[in-house]
Every structure is written in structure tokens, then in C-alpha cells.
């Protein structure tokens, strides 16, 4: 067993392997994506994004991307290395084989005399008679009797011949790597190795698991609070209108919980007589409905306001202390509203359908947060019926451009969207006033600007027709475009001072029943990602079908091929109604721009239930299994959405009752929960 010492020794050296293991392999990976990271810029290069300075990449915003939690830790990993490098190499000794030529300082094959002659000498120097020093006497019983020894005694220098060392073999020798201190089972040293066993094997554990649950019983994987959660399921409603949303919306436990302070009473009046006209209040009573909107929740009061200074881009007038409430707000809206829309799609019929209603109105919301576009802009009026909110997205753009470009019969976005190039750009110089460069902000906003179109079909796999009650497989090939390039981008968003990445959601739903038969979100970004979903998908489908290996691989490299392009493939799966034929609608809708949403008319037949016919037949190879479905395509007259309906003032405000469930929250009494949203279902 080694000696105390040298099993001190060993703890820096056995700590240095234990962190290179995971050091090493982790900073090669960091700088090997680090470099073949694409430096393509795909976020908005209009002068209005550039002066907002979310973008800009200063010295000390480098420094800020720079000092993530992961690389200070492994910056402080790599100093903690090079410590423990230096420490060794200046306390390890090194381990020198036995040479009793060296020690004594002599060459092989010499005289006895001459060996006599040498320990004589070395003698003199560090024999304890002659030298009182302990070291000096180590030296000479351990090294300089060894060698002469070695070299005169016949059994000695056998020994050395055989197996290196006058004393015969050696054994093994074997150490703890473990500090100097712990090894000392004496005194204090003993308690502590013992609260350090403790500590490590019991005590952290048990601390990282209860810090674990308690964050797990109180958030999600969205890291969306379950009161959250509880409270969107039981005020979302079918018929909520666009307009209401927002009163679900602000009803998040996060919310909530933001301090109230006595100092933000007087900037939130003058707040509210700046937004006072987007807040839905009945102006033929308009003192009685004030006081009624100060009754609320203070959350909420202050919530709702914050939400309507975005809309209207009134934060350069909060107060400080507003104002980082205000960040918080949105830093928190965009993962909140896609909780909303997936609790607005939730499974509530007996066939799994959501509600359409509400998902959109949850996504307009999302729209006008993200552009800092109020939601009275998506009235209808002045001959427009999309309303002026697309419009007002763009850079330089205000209700009085687009009265002066409307004298010009541009009455929808998508008529702007439409023109050529030089056209667009001599009717925003000649008749909206814009000076060249904003004519080319606006102009570089639109390259950006996604164009989307759906390929969608519904069919039962190894089936000709859909009857009730069959699994039918909807495919739907999302495929986006940009006149920039670009498959994923972020989009322009000035007023939003976080990073948004653009998510869209598609929608199979039924506008006559307003039932959402299948939903699903999906992202651009990630193209590695949706190459591997699309040729799993395919793959899978066409094994499931009895296809060669041949025709599976050719369906898998044209997936492939059309995901690069920029497309990405959607399946989903839902239960057949009863007979008759449908009306659907493939919705997809982007949570980031206003006006780049797109639908698809769908028709299915579904026949009556049959023991005997087709049921069981394989498709031919090359034949399309569509019957019973007919795509047409959608028309801009059509449209679910009659925005004039949906925000005007709906008769079925409770108000009150929901300050009363919202005060329930506050107060932690329960109220919200699955017995009281399961009696406020209709």
C-alpha cells in the first residue's frame, strides 16, 4: 500500500482524468459547430430593425452571447485544468529506476577498489555521523548502503541482476486517490470524510430532487406554470371571439404573480387614456364602463394595459419599473399563446375535435404582438375587407399611407404583394411620399415575407374509399418560399425585442362546425430535423404498403429533395365521421406575420360502414388512393374570418365572473379547477 504522501499525489491527477473526460470531448464539439455554422444572416436588414439594436452585434452584446451559463462553465473547467497541470508537474517527483552506478557515481564494469573508493567519499557527506541531517540520512540507508551493497554482496548483486533492486522483487504499490487530510482517520479528519460521504451520496441527491419535483409540480416541459394551464382550459370557450382572447390570454398565472406597486397607479392612467380606444369600452357609457375595467383584477388592469402599449406602440412612455414588466410580458407571450391554441385544439367532441374559433383568434393575437399591430386594424372598412393591419406591419407604413395608396386601387396586401418590382416602387415615391430608402426598407420586408402553399390529401391506408369509422391519414405538404432566398428566417419585428422564430400551425378543421379535426405546429428552422421525420414517415407508409425496397428509396430521396426546397411534410391521423360529405379546410397559419395566412378547400366523402366491398383490396402500384376527395382551390372572397362580427362587442361578457375565477387564483383557493371547467363546458 503507498504511503499517505504519494496517495495525495494521486488526488489532483485522478481529478484532472475524471474532468478531461468530459472537457475535452465537449469544447471539440463546441468549436467544430461554431465553425461550420452558417453565417448566412437571416433576419430582417430594413433600417427600422437595424436602429431597434436587436441585432446589432456590439462588443459587449458579443460578450453578453459569449457569456452563456455553458461556456463560463466550461471557461472556468479549462482554468481549473491548467491549475491542476501546474500543480503536478511542479509536486509529483518523478520515478528514477535503481542504478547503483549513478548513485554512486561511477561507471559500469569498474574495480571493487574503485566501488570502495566511491562509498568512502559519499560517506564522509551523508553518513548521520557525519551528517545530523534526517534527509541526508534517508539518503544514504535508502540509496547510497543499497548500491554499494548491489555491487559487493554477492546475494545483493544477484538480485539486482534478476529483478533491478538489491532487495529482490518488488511488489506492487497502490494508492487512494484521495486528499492527505481524508486519509487520516484521526480526530476531525474522520468526521469529515464522514459529512463528505454523507453530503455527496445523501445530501445533494436529495436536494436536486426535491428542487426537481418542486419545479416539475409547478411548471411543464414549456415551462408554462400549470395554473396556467388550468386557467386557459376553463375560460376558453368555442365562440370566443378574436376579441376576447386577449381577456384569456392575461389571466396567466405568470402575469398574475408581477408585483403591483402603488408608484405604476399614475402611469398606468396616463397609459390608459393613450389605449383607451382599443379596449372595447361601450362609449355611449363611457364612465361607467371605466370604472368598470379599474374594478378588475389589479393584475389584470395592468396586464391588459402593457399588452395594448405593444399594440399600440406606447412603451417609450412607461416608467422604468413598467417597463421591465413590460419585457417580461412579451419575453413570456409567444410560449404562453401556443399553449392557448393547443388548449383551443384540445380534444372536446367524441371524435377528437377542437375548436377553430378560438385557434385562430389565438393566433391573430400572436400576429399583432409579435408586428406591434393593434387589433382594431384587422376591422373591415374604406372598402377594405382584410382591414389595414398587414399593411401597418411594413416599415414607414400608417392608416394615412394606405389611405393615399388605396386612390390608387390597391385595396388588399396581397395586391401589393402582387406587383412587380418597379411598379411597386413608383407608387410608393409617387404616391405615399416615400423617399427612396424607405421605399427599399419596405421593399426588403417583403423579400422576407414567406408565400405558402398546402398540398393536402386524406386517405385510409390499404383502402379504396373512406367509411365511417376508418383511422383516415392526412398528408400535407407545407411548402414556403421567399423572394430573398431564404427557407428559415426571422421575421421583421422591430418592436418586439426578442428573438421570434416564425412557427406556423396547420389546421384541418371544419369552418361549418367549427370543430379542428387535426392540428399540428411547424417550424422551418430545423431542416436536419424534417429531413429525418419526412423520410421516416415515407419510409414507413410505403413499407406499410407492400412497396419494393426500389420504389421506397426513390419515395424517400424525393422527399428528401422537396424538404430541401423548402417544404415539410405533416401527417396526421383522425377518426372518419359519419356518412355524408364534408367541407373542410386546411388552415395554415404563421404566429409572426400578418396576412401570410393560407388555406386550402378540402371535400370528403366518407361512405356508409359495410361489412362486404373493397375493404381489405391492395392499391395498384402507381395509383393515387383519392376517392371520395376533391381539392379545389381557395378562393380570396371566401373566408371564415368576418373580423367586423368578431371584434365587435359580444353579448356574453362576464366580466365579473371572471374576476371572481381570476381572484380565486390569486388567492390559491382552487377554483380553477377540472370540476368547475368541466361544469362551464357546454
Known amino acids: 500500500m503507498a504511503t499517505p504522501e504519494e496517495n495525495g499525489s494521486l488526488f489532483p491527477i485522478f481529478i484532472l482524468t475524471m474532468m478531461a473526460l468530459f472537457v475535452v470531448p465537449y469544447t471539440i464539439v463546441r468549436l467544430s459547430r461554431s465553425v461550420t455554422r452558417k453565417a448566412r444572416t437571416i433576419h430582417c436588414q430594413c433600417s427600422v430593425c437595424s436602429r431597434s439594436g436587436k441585432y446589432k452585434r456590439s462588443i459587449l452584446k458579443r460578450i453578453s452571447n459569449f457569456s452563456t451559463c455553458s461556456n463560463l462553465t466550461i471557461l472556468l473547467l479549462w482554468v481549473i485544468m491548467v491549475i491542476l497541470v501546474y500543480y503536478i508537474k511542479h509536486t509529483s517527483r518523478e520515478i528514477q529506476p535503481f542504478e547503483p552506478f ?31 541531517d534526517p534527509e541526508a540520512h534517508k539518503y544514504f540507508v535508502e540509496f547510497i548502503s543499497k548500491a554499494y551493497q548491489a555491487l559487493t554482496d554477492p546475494i545483493s548483486r544477484e538480485n539486482y541482476e534478476k529483478y533491478g533492486h538489491p532487495d529482490g522483487r518488488q511488489g506492487l504499490e497502490m494508492g487512494i486517490a484521495l486528499p492527505k487530510f481524508l486519509l487520516n482517520f484521526d480526530g476531525a479528519s474522520g468526521g469529515i470524510l464522514l459529512l463528505g460521504i454523507v453530503g455527496v451520496c445523501i445530501l445533494l441527491p436529495l436536494i436536486i430532487a426535491v428542487i426537481y419535483l418542486s419545479r416539475s409540480a409547478k411548471y411543464t416541459g414549456n415551462y408554462v406554470m400549470h395554473q396556467t394551464l388550468s386557467t ?4 376558453m370557450k368555442p ?4 376579441s376576447k382572447v386577449m381577456d384569456v390570454f392575461i389571466k396567466a398565472a405568470e402575469y398574475v404573480e408581477m408585483p403591483i406597486r402603488r408608484s405604476d397607479t399614475e402611469p398606468l392612467q396616463k397609459l390608459f387614456v393613450a389605449v383607451r380606444s382599443e379596449l372595447n369600452l361601450d362609449l355611449k357609457n363611457i364612465k361607467t364602463e371605466q370604472a368598470k375595467f379599474w374594478k378588475q383584477h389589479p393584475a389584470l388592469v395592468k396586464m391588459e394595459l402593457l399588452v395594448q402599449a405593444q399594440l399600440t406602440r406606447e412603451s417609450a412612455s412607461l416608467s422604468s419599473s413598467l417597463f421591465s414588466d413590460f419585457k417580461r410580458m412579451l419575453e413570456l407571450a ?58 401597418l406591419q411594413l416599415p414607414h407604413f400608417s392608416e394615412t399611407v394606405f389611405k393615399k395608396i388605396a386612390r390608387k386601387k390597391v385595396r388588399t396586401f396581397q395586391d401589393l404583394r402582387d406587383m412587380a418590382i418597379q411598379e411597386r416602387h413608383e407608387l410608393l415615391i409617387h404616391a405615399a411620399g416615400f423617399s427612396d430608402a424607405e421605399a427599399h426598407d419596405t421593399e426588403i420586408v417583403l423579400e422576407m415575407m414567406p408565400s405558402i402553399t398546402l398540398e393536402v390529401a386524406c386517405e385510409t391506408e390499404g383502402e379504396e374509399g373512406i367509411q365511417e369509422g376508418d383511422l383516415v391519414t392526412m398528408y400535407a405538404w407545407i411548402n414556403l418560399s421567399r423572394r430573398n432566398g431564404l427557407i428559415g428566417a426571422l421575421p421583421h419585428s422591430p418592436y418586439y425585442p426578442f428573438h421570434k422564430e416564425e412557427n406556423f400551425w396547420l389546421l384541418l378543421a371544419d369552418p361549418v362546425s367549427n370543430e379542428v379535426w387535426v392540428s399540428q405546429k411547424v417550424n422551418f428552422m430545423d431542416e436536419a430535423a424534417a429531413i429525418a421525420a419526412a423520410s421516416k414517415a415515407i419510409q414507413e407508409t410505403k413499407e406499410a404498403l407492400g412497396a ?39 388552415y395554415c397559419l404563421c404566429d409572426a406575420w400578418i396576412g401570410c395566412d393560407t388555406k386550402t378547400n378540402l371535400k370528403i366523402k366518407v361512405l356508409k360502414r359495410s361489412r362486404t366491398g373493397t375493404r381489405g383490396h391492395a392499391v395498384e402500384e402507381g395509383s393515387v388512393v383519392e376517392d371520395g376527395i376533391e381539392e379545389e382551390e381557395a378562393e380570396e372572397e371566401e373566408g371564415y374570418d368576418d373580423y367586423e362580427s368578431e371584434y365587435s362587442d359580444d353579448e356574453d361578457d362576464e366580466k365579473e365572473q371572471n374576476n371572481k375565477a381570476v381572484n380565486g387564483v390569486l388567492n390559491e383557493k382552487g377554483h380553477t379547477t377540472s370540476e368547475s371547467s368541466g361544469s362551464d363546458e357546454e
Not at 386557459?232 to 375560460?235: N, S
Not at 365562440?239 to 378574436?242: C, G, I, R, T
Not at 400572436?366 to 398587414?390: C, D, M, T, Y
Request: glycine fraction near 8%; include cysteine; hydrophobic fraction near 40%.
Open 232 to 235: 386557459y382550459f376553463y375560460f
Open 548 to 586: 419494393s425496397v426500389r420504389d421506397v428509396s426513390s419515395a424517400v430521396i424525393k422527399a428528401i429533395e422537396k424538404v430541401k426546397s423548402g417544404s415539410r411534410l405533416v401527417m396526421g391521423k383522425f377518426q372518419a365521421p359519419a356518412e355524408g360529405t364534408y367541407n373542410l379546410c386546411s
Open 239 to 242: 365562440s370566443l371571439a378574436p
Open 102 to 132: 549513478s548513485i554512486l557515481g561511477l561507471e559500469p564494469g569498474v574495480s571493487d577498489s574503485e566501488i570502495k573508493k566511491a562509498y568512502r567519499k559519499l560517506s564522509i557527506l551523508y553518513h548521520p555521523d557525519k551528517n545530523p
Open 334 to 391: 409567444p410560449r404562453l399563446l401556443e399553449e392557448l391554441v393547443k388548449i383551443a385544439v384540445l380534444p372536446r367532441t367524441p371524435l377528437g375535435h377542437g375548436w377553430l374559433r378560438p385557434a385562430i383568434g389565438v393566433v391573430d393575437l400572436s400576429q399583432s404582438i409579435v408586428q406591434a399591430v393593434p387589433l382594431s386594424a384587422r376591422k373591415a372598412g374604406g372598402g377594405n375587407s382584410e382591414g389595414i393591419a398587414a399593411f
